[in-house]
C-alpha cells in the first residue's frame, strides 16, 4: 500500500514539474517578444573620421600662432586690420647709416620722402634708437635723450630693387649696413627685438645714470654726516647712482657709500 501511495505522489510531482517548465518556457518566449532587432551602429574608426573631413576643412592648411590666438580670443578683424597684418608680415627690418649727428634730420627725410613718392605700401616704421640718461649738469640732476645706435636708423620696409634704389637716393643715407650693397641683408629678430625692447621699456626701467667721476678720483662730501670730509672713490654703481668712497676716519681708511648728488670734485 506504502508503494502505490508513494508511486501517486512521484506522478503528482512530476505533473507539477512540467507545468512548471512550460510556464517558463513560456515566459521566455514573451520576454524575447520584447526586444526588437536594432540596426548594428556602425563604427568608425579616428582615421576614417579625419578622412572625412569637408573639402574646405581639408583645404585650410595648418593653422598659424596668431590665427589660433584669434580664434580663442573671438576677436574677428576687419579686412583692413587684416590686409595691414599681412602687408607688415612681408616686411623686415633693415639698417641704414647716416651721416653722425643727423640721424633725427635723416629720418625726417625718409617718412616725407615716402608719403611724397606714396610708398607707404612697402614701408613700415622709421626709428632712431635712443634712451633717457640722467646726468648731472651744473650740480643739478636732469634727464636727456640719447642715442644708443649712433648714426645708424632702423627701417622697416619691403625689401626690393625699388625700395632699394628709393633708400638710397634719399639726402643723408650713405648706405644700407649688412649684406653686399647689391643686397642688403635685414637684422635678425634677436637683434629687432633687443633694439626696440631697448626702446619700448618703462621710462624707470631703461633710465640709466651717468655719473661724471671715475674710481680715483678726491671728492668732498656736501651732504650728511660726513659733511666737508674729503674722500677718494673706490666704486662706482651706475645703476643706483651710488658711490663707494674711502674716509680717512680716526686715521682708518673707512669706506662710505654716498649718492653720486651728495660730493662734488675737489
Do not use: C
Not at 15 to 30: I, P, T, Y
Not at 247 to 263: R, Y
Request: charged share 35%; glycine share 6%; aromatic share 6%.
Amino acid at each position: 500500500m506504502f508503494d502505490a501511495d508513494e508511486k501517486r505522489e512521484d506522478d503528482a510531482k512530476g505533473e507539477e514539474l512540467k507545468a512548471e517548465a512550460a510556464a517558463d518556457g513560456g515566459n521566455d518566449e514573451s520576454a524575447d517578444a520584447l526586444f526588437f532587432d536594432l540596426p548594428d551602429e556602425e563604427f568608425v574608426a579616428d582615421d576614417e573620421a579625419a578622412a572625412a573631413e569637408t573639402p574646405a576643412e581639408a583645404d585650410a592648411g595648418p593653422v598659424s600662432e596668431e590665427d589660433e590666438l584669434l580664434a580663442a580670443l573671438e576677436i574677428e578683424l576687419t579686412p583692413e586690420e587684416q590686409a595691414e597684418i599681412e602687408r607688415r608680415g612681408r616686411m623686415k627690418w633693415f639698417v641704414i647709416h647716416a651721416n653722425t649727428g643727423h640721424e633725427n634730420k635723416v629720418k625726417r627725410n625718409i617718412e616725407m620722402a615716402i608719403k611724397s613718392q606714396h610708398m607707404e605700401e612697402n614701408f613700415g616704421e622709421v626709428l632712431v634708437a635712443t634712451q633717457e640718461v640722467t646726468e648731472m649738469k651744473n650740480g643739478k640732476r636732469s634727464t636727456v635723450k640719447r642715442k644708443f645706435f649712433p648714426s645708424y636708423i632702423l627701417v622697416e620696409m619691403i625689401m626690393n630693387k625699388e625700395t632699394q634704389h628709393f633708400i638710397n637716393g634719399i639726402p643723408g643715407v650713405t648706405r644700407f649696413v649688412g649684406g653686399t650693397p647689391l643686397k642688403p641683408e635685414p637684422i635678425t629678430k634677436e637683434e629687432v627685438d633687443r633694439i626696440l625692447g631697448r626702446i619700448s621699456e618703462p621710462d624707470e626701467a631703461r633710465e640709466t645714470l651717468e655719473i661724471p667721476y671715475n674710481v680715483g678720483d678726491s671728492v668732498q662730501v656736501m651732504d650728511g654726516p660726513f659733511t666737508e670730509w674729503i674722500g677718494v672713490i673706490n666704486e662706482i654703481n651706475h645703476d643706483k647712482g651710488k658711490l663707494k668712497v674711502m674716509i680717512s676716519i680716526f686715521g682708518s681708511e673707512t669706506p662710505v657709500e654716498l649718492d653720486f648728488l651728495q660730493v662734488k670734485p675737489v
